[in-house]
């Protein structure tokens, strides 16, 4: 499952993230702000309209905007009980 | 020893708060330029030790690492690094921590403390920190990074003496035998990991409650209500800007004039005389009083900006942007456009894709800036009734916010064309922090008003100026013989009658044709040579009462009038624009591009106003 798959409001971790499909600038600010394997994400909101883009992640104790194109390029595992509202 | 002035320098991730710790350190003791040779702003201003020795203290762009992303990175890692052009390496250096997502700010952090120089952490809005249920200890995190940890509140001013006191001992440190040494390097993983256990090792107690802006984000980032909101916040933005100011308008106006005839009555009549009142007075006087309505909107842009809102407004403009090809980052300059297109273009800077720039910059002067305002206003006053759409919602308010719209539409549709055709290229991404929420401090709040409202006075006591006298001589040059027109006899007449045939087919006289020669200079100054045009064209002093409204409904059909508005809606009439487009994108192409389709835009808008509103018989 990729990132931009997850349902709103759930939590993720980051199992791996494809960056040659990005930009390498854009790369490099997602790992400045902490995208990285491992790390600990929840999707908080999703754009206006119907594509329901940009994304909201609150990742640490930040919450950072980004495309789905990004999103599409992060892998994600949910652990078994992860709904958290 | 000698102790010469010394440098300090702010460095940390973008909302860290330095900002707000730089205030409240050089108080309004601040001087802003750009770095030579980039346009990055350069904020420095004066700090007293507690000693009484003063430092000089230096904002640096927020970044998120020396792997720079974005010019604005690039000056804070060469200022740091000693490898800026024009600015001495600072001698000492003070990280700024955001207390609540030390996790992520310590990265940077401990890449700076890395290089071993004279180093002192503020770790500000500890206040905000313990609202989020997070109890800190500094000197556990003092222990781990080996410098001094100083606990600040910029906006309460807890902890400025200490922190003024740790960057003198730093700097003393420096000199003495044992001054800090270049530490071993470490990788990104590591350091995220490091951060991560000492962000654990200095967190006392963490309680889970929830966050105060994730309940506003859950109305404001409200997939429908958010837009909605937004809106509503534009629109009373701009009604604001015209009622707010309206008294204080009343007050300037009454005193420009009251000037005038305190001129008048003490100087004997002659053309210097003239000069004073209606060229010098009349001109400056013209432009000064729209002082308050940009004040009105800087102030609705800095509330928005030191909420944390503005970035939530660019969340939400993005898909919206991402439709005409550009991001939620090109809001934020364009926004800053509505103030002025000048510091919008400087502001695309953030904007890391450079076609996504390019096409920002040349769609920049398409947002209504402040200086149509008095264009917009003298005409709206004059021809549009002053009644009520809907309680509170006047007609005239609304054909405002309507030229707004109009401009935005444009832009969008300029926009689209652009990236399919001058600037194509990949799509663009959108990548951005949204901060956490907060109350702006009043004297921030002030600060930037300030700084922004002399900026324009400075232009207004200056180049207007200079426009305005030399209008008056283009004006009153050669004199006219007795009982002759004086305008006809003009340089700027002559001028005019041969631009006068090119706009007749658009409605435009050719009295307009000669208030758009000086505004090329400053679009506002349209105003102040229509007002010295038509005091010169009845040439008594009886005339000169009437308000420049009313002398211009006698002049002018509806539809020129239009045609008028919609000329400005488009029209390139600022030279500082030009200029500063040419700075931003290195060279002349562009800002001829800029000049050549924007003129073309609005003769061709003017034209279909004044058509079409000389079909419904308004001509």
Request: proline share 6%.
């Given at each position: ?85 | ?96 921590l ?22 002192v952490v503020a770790l ?14 500094a000197a556990a995190l003092q222990?781990e990074l080996?410098v001094p940890v100083i606990e ?14 740790a ?35 200095a ?417």
């Open positions: 499952m990729t990132l931009d798959e997850l349902p709103q409001g759930h939590m993720a971790r980051l199992a791996a993230i494809d960056w040659s499909a990005l930009v390498p600038e854009e790369a490099e600010r997602l790992r400045a702000l902490g995208f990285d394997t491992g790390a600990e994400v929840r999707l908080a909101y999703r754009g206006v309209l119907f594509g329901r883009d940009p994304l909201a992640i609150e990742i640490g104790r930040m919450t950072v905007a980004l495309r789905r194109v990004h999103a599409r390029a992060m892998h994600v595992e949910q652990p078994a009980e992860s709904a958290t509202a | 020893m000698s102790r010469g002035p010394f440098t300090a320098a702010l460095v940390g991730n973008p909302n860290a708060g330095k900002s707000a710790l730089f205030n409240a350190l050089t108080g309004a003791r601040q001087k802003i330029a750009n770095y030579p040779g980039v346009t990055v702003e350069r904020k420095a201003g004066r700090l007293l030790l507690p000693s009484g020795e003063p430092v000089e203290l230096i904002d640096l762009p927020g970044s998120y690492g020396f792997n720079t992303t974005s010019p604005d990175e690039e000056v804070t890692r060469r200022v740091i690094m000693g490898e800026q052009a024009g600015q001495a390496q600072p001698d000492v250096l003070v990280i700024v955001d207390a609540s997502n030390l996790e992520q700010h310590l990265v940077f952090a401990q890449e700076v403390l890395e290089l071993g120089r004279p180093t500000n809005m500890v206040d905000l920190a313990s609202r989020d249920g997070l109890v800190l200890d222990s080996g600040t509140v910029a906006v309460r001013r807890r902890g400025l003496d200490a922190l003024g006191a960057i003198g001992a730093a700097r003393d440190v420096a000199a003495g035998p044992t001054p800090p040494a270049p530490r071993p390097h470490v990788t990104l993983p590591e350091r995220r990991l490091l951060a991560r256990q000492m962000a654990q090792g967190t006392l107690s963490e309680t889970a409650r929830h966050r105060v802006h994730a309940r506003i984000d859950k109305l404001l980032l409200h997939p429908w209500l958010g837009p909605v909101i937004l809106a509503a916040l534009l629109f009373v933005v701009f009604q604001a800007v015209f009622s707010w100011a309206a008294p204080v308008q009343d007050l300037l106006e009454g005193g420009a004039n009251a000037l005038s005839d305190g001129v008048r009555a003490v100087l004997p009549a002659s053309l210097l005389r003239d000069l004073l009142t209606d060229g010098v007075i009349a001109g400056v006087g013209a432009v000064v009083v729209f002082l308050p309505q940009i004040l009105v909107l800087f102030f609705f842009i800095l509330l928005m900006e030191a909420t944390g809102y503005m970035a939530r407004a660019a969340f939400l403009m993005d898909r919206m942007m991402a439709g005409v090809g550009l991001s939620g980052r090109s809001f934020i300059p364009l926004l800053s456009s509505f103030a002025c297109a000048i510091p919008g273009i400087m502001a695309t800077r953030s904007i890391t894709d450079p076609k996504d720039r390019l096409t920002t910059i040349l769609i920049a002067p398409l947002m209504t800036c402040s200086a149509r305002l008095p264009v917009y206003t003298v005409i709206i006053a004059a021809f549009i009734p002053n009644s009520r759409v809907l309680p509170g919602v006047g007609l005239q308010g609304l054909v405002l916010f309507g030229l707004y719209v109009v401009g935005v539409i444009g832009a969008m549709a300029v926009a689209l064309i652009l990236r399919r055709s001058i600037t194509k290229g990949a799509a663009s991404g959108f990548i951005m922090e949204l901060p956490k929420y907060q109350l702006p401090t009043v004297k921030d709040l002030a600060l930037g008003l300030w700084q922004r409202g002399w900026v324009f006075l400075r232009r207004a006591g200056t180049m207007i100026l200079t426009v305005a006298v030399v209008l008056w001589l283009l004006l009153n040059f050669p004199r006219a013989e007795e009982g002759r027109s004086q305008v006809d006899a003009s340089v700027a007449g002559h001028i005019a009658n041969g631009l006068a045939v090119m706009m007749k087919p658009i409605g435009f006289n050719r009295d307009i044709a000669l208030a758009l020669i000086p505004s090329m200079a400053a679009r506002e100054v349209a105003v102040s040579s229509l007002a010295t045009s038509y005091a010169v064209d009845t040439g008594d002093e009886a005339a000169e009462g009437q308000m420049l409204g009313d002398r211009l409904k006698q002049h002018w059909s509806l539809a020129t009038a239009l045609a008028f508005l919609a000329w400005f809606v488009f029209a390139p009439q600022c030279m500082s624009t030009i200029a500063v487009t040419r700075r931003e994108t290195n060279g002349w192409k562009w800002p001829a591009f800029m000049l050549s389709y924007l003129f073309a835009l609005a003769y061709v808008f003017a034209g279909v106003t004044y058509w079409t509103a000389v079909a419904f018989g308004l001509g």
